[in-house]
């Protein structure tokens, strides 16, 4: 079966991958893109490619009404990404969405339109599967050495944090973990942050730095043992066989999933 795509944030560090991959599979077919920096442009010529015959859009409600889709892809903005979702989901189109800062009230609201519709969509803090593979490891190793802290690393253009994988481990952490307050009662930061986020009783800690991709390590200290837990995404590319899945598995559903995990046989 093929299957229709339209990508939001086309001009973007990921949304030009996923244009890439999808023109790498014969049963993915690009329809549109959205991007108002390259509204008008051809796609292809515009992200460097061969020309694609089809011009950017210069916004997801403009796409929506030109081109005809199956999925929408959104990589875009926190500012921007429900909005784009909710455009989609009431015009039938099943949202595939790697954009971070959808709050629990945003994704709430979502699935109730979504259910409404009886559409699918995807939510997926990381498409990476091996960092799923470490937020579900993460979430294990929890009930047997309830002391963590996140430490997550990304490049620093980014604009949100801690990152959407950080919440998501921490949430998965506290499936398995009562909540309890780590470190000496008395601690006091002598330098405001210097502890990180507060989430639950545990720490969670963001570096920015250029150079850095997406990276995250989960500490685990016990009596005289530490165990961690650690995933680096070295380019781009590693999201891909995620979203390439995601955009294959929202075809067979009717609700909103969040997180990859749950559309993984593990
Ligand atoms: N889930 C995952 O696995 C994963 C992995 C990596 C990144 N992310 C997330 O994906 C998002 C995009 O990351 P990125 O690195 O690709 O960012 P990026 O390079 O800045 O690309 C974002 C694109 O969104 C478009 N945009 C910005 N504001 C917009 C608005 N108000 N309306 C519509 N489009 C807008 C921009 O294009 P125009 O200005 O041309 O419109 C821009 O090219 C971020 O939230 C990031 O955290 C998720």
Redesign the pocket.
Known sequence: MSIRVIV??A?????QEVVKMIGQHDHLILTGG?????KGRDIGEALGLAPLGIDFAG?VQEALAKFDADVLVD??????VKENMELAIQAGVRPVV????LSEQDLKELEELCRERGIGAIV?????IGAVLMMVFAAQAAKYLPHVEIIESHHD????APS?TAIKTAELITKNRPEMKQGHPEEEEVLDGARGAYYQGFRIHSVRLPGLV?HQEVLFGGSGQLLTIRHDSLN?ES?MPGVKLAIEKVMELDHLVYGLEKILDL
Request: proline share 6%; aromatic share 8%.
């Open positions: 939001a944030g001009s973007g560090r990921m949304g959205v991007s108002r920096s390259q916004s990589f875009t903005t926190p500012q921007t790697g954009t971070s800062g997926a803090p990381n498409f990476a253009r980014k604009l949100d959407g997406a781009r999201f």
